[in-house]
């Protein structure tokens, strides 16, 4: 089990195409979410996309700049807001995918967004691996990981998985530790 300070140092020390598996609780996901993006973002001053199949794009955009992340290098791909029925904002930043059962489609457009982008290091975040749960059932969601997992690889990203702990089923994290560098438990401290 990690804090979330000793999770920014870790992030900071690891090589530049590394998988990581992070589970949170559910308390300290938007905390760590930030944390982990300022390093990313911030320090490390990368450019990366954002998967979003936990809250519309425009509820996460705003939730990351108001705790300090530079969005502007960051593309986001957002596979909630037309499922809620929510209006997409035009922005160049981002890529409305009309539902998260479409693992196909977010296949494409990660590889897509991807070769927009500066050759070099980049970063791609996934939050929240446990949602997808709620729209596949845990085979399809692990073969969708293997292949998340096996395409950063290929473009030598740093990797990032989100999963909830609670949403998170034992079977599920044992299948997505194969797959990963690292698999890292945050404990919720205000430090």
Known sequence: MKTIKELSDYLQQMP???VVLIIVSAEGYARANAEILKVLANEDNLPGLYITVNKPYITMKRSLEENGVRTERIFFI???TKT???MPEDDKNVLY???PQNLTGLGMAMGEAL???PAGDKFLFMDSLSTLLLYHNIGTVAKFSHF???KMRVWGLRGILMSVEKETDPE???Q???FCDAVLKIEDKNE
């Open 115 to 117: 070769s927009n982008m």
């Open 172 to 174: 599920f994290a044992d």
């Open 78 to 80: 957002d596979c909630i």
């Open 97 to 99: 995918l009309d539902s």
């Open 148 to 150: 998340l997992t096996s």
């Open 84 to 86: 809620a029925g929510g």
């Open 16 to 18: 530049h195409d590394f």
């Open 176 to 178: 997505l530790s194969q």
